[in-house]
């Protein structure tokens, strides 16, 4: 098993491109995760998914959108990018199971730098 | 929104010296987790606390959960250099979302 795979593994981007970020994970998890991480601030939550064809909003979830069209992949994009999101960003998903666990597993990480 | 706290946000210690970080959350948590990343690395999972003052091991790691389920502490007996990395907690925030604290990065001297 691969496990969570994320795509790229860098980018960098000028102010205003658009781009997508791709998660795919191979343990048929229900949930999945976008984070990002900068210096000093941990993880925070974008934007999240309980199940195929469905999406919510985290933590700071402005000038991203995601989409989960399918179990295994979850989708952030970002329509205009903007200096503020130069960041790490994380994937992660889970199976949520009383017996088998919370424990989120997380892909490699994206670094993104916008200029 | 529901806050989780973690410190320090840096200690650095000697190797064989122990080592321990807090987190604080500002409200109730239903459980916690704890995460290990090392530089360059993403966060992989070390344990999860449920029970009001549940105290986990880990070989030289020791977890525990307070009795009123707002704070979290993990101990490192005798630092090994495999230990460097930045340990993280995350309270469960409703709705199968996690809430991270910040981190504390450990570095240590060999």
């Known amino acids: 098993n691969a496990g969570v795979t994320q795509t790229p593994k860098f980018r960098v981007l000028k102010t205003g491109q658009s781009m997508t970020l791709l998660c795919a994970q191979d343990m048929n998890h229900e949930y999945m995760y976008w984070y990002r991480q900068d210096p000093g601030m941990g993880l925070r939550l974008i934007h999240y998914s309980v199940g195929e064809g469905t999406t919510a909003k985290g933590e700071v979830p402005d000038g991203y959108n995601v989409s989960r069209l399918k179990k295994q992949n979850f989708l952030l994009g970002l329509e205009s990018a903007a200096p503020s999101q130069t960041s790490v960003y994380f994937c992660?998903?889970?199976?949520?199971?009383?017996?088998?666990?919370?424990?989120?597993?997380f892909g490699p990480g994206t670094r993104l730098t916008v200029t | 929104g529901q806050q989780v706290m973690q410190i320090p946000q840096y200690q650095h210690v000697q190797e064989g010296e122990d080592f321990t970080t807090y987190c604080n959350s500002s409200?109730?948590?239903?459980?916690i987790q704890w995460y290990k990343q090392r530089p360059g690395g993403h966060p992989v999972f070390l344990i999860q606390l449920v029970k009001s003052g549940e105290v986990k091991k880990q070989k030289r790691l020791t977890f525990q959960f307070g009795e009123a389920k707002k704070n979290s502490s993990l101990h490192i007996t005798a630092t090994q250099t495999t230990d460097v990395g930045t340990y993280f907690c995350a309270g469960e925030a409703g709705a199968q979302k996690l809430v991270f604290g910040q981190g504390t990065r450990l570095t240590i001297n060999p």
């Open positions: 409200t109730t948590l239903s459980n």
């Open positions: 992660a998903s889970t199976r949520q199971h009383p017996v088998a666990g919370y424990e989120q597993y």
